[in-house]
């Protein structure tokens, strides 16, 4: 169950990844937010499952749920950043 878990989490971030690396030209905030938003539910998903398994999978859950935090707070400054622009 956790081997599983720790999969599934690990392909989110690895999905998300592969998706920005071939993703389109942003050309409006609002393509960013939508990304945001994903990344958000992911961290959420991510806390259940750190949470189902009593947190215990060997600092891999909480260095997951770190890099999404990392990514949250970039993309949140991106949209930001975008918004000023205009």
Do not use: P, Q
């Amino acid at each position: 169950m956790k081997k599983t878990l720790i999969v599934g989490a690990l392909s989110v971030c690895l999905s998300f990844a592969a998706g920005l690396a071939v993703a389109e030209r942003v050309h409006d905030w609002h393509d960013l937010d939508a990304v945001h938003n994903h990344v958000t539910e992911a961290i959420h998903e991510m806390d259940r499952a750190r949470a189902a398994n009593h947190y215990d999978m060997n600092g891999h859950g909480a260095k997951a749920e770190e890099h999404l935090h990392a990514a949250e707070h970039e993309l949140h400054d991106a949209i930001e950043t975008m918004r000023a622009e205009r």
